[in-house]
Nanobody, 120 residues
Framework: QVQLVESGGGLVQAGGSLRLSCTAS?????????IGWFRQAPGKGRQFVAS????????YYAAHAQGRFTISRDDDKNTAYLQMNDLRPEDTALYSC????????????WGPGTQVTVSL
């Protein structure tokens, strides 16, 4: 299994920015698998945000993230990032990352998440 931990969440005002990090701990073959970012607001289901494939050959974004969020990775640091700009109150959620080990978008080994709160 892959152990992932998110960081970088916080409280920002609408229009602000945050950069989330998703780091694999310990000895890991991080560069060999994709990473997805998801979010879940209170009372709602988990929602896809963005993903990045092995070697960063492809990136994917949900409609709500397109044009505002950017996913990237630094395999030498065992870390994937989610840069979030022009944040809106509806972006408020617990943001989690997970590994796509097989490259099939079947995400596993979820991190505990980092809270993002956007005020008006």
């Amino acid at each position: 299994q892959v152990q992932l931990v998110e960081s970088g969440g916080g409280l920002v005002q609408a229009g602000g920015s945050l950069r989330l990090s998703c780091t694999a701990s310990g000895r890991t073959n991080f560069r060999s698998y994709g990473i997805g970012w998801f979010r879940q607001a209170p009372g709602k289901g988990r929602q896809f945000v963005a993903s990045i494939t092995y070697k960063s050959t492809n990136t994917y974004y949900a409609a709500h993230a397109q044009g505002r969020f950017t996913i990237s990775r630094d395999d030498d640091k065992n870390t994937a990032y989610l840069q979030m700009n022009d944040l809106r109150p509806e972006d408020t959620a617990l943001y989690s990352c997970a590994a796509d080990i097989l490259g099939t978008a079947e995400y596993r080994d979820w991190g505990p998440g980092t809270q993002v709160t956007v005020s008006l």
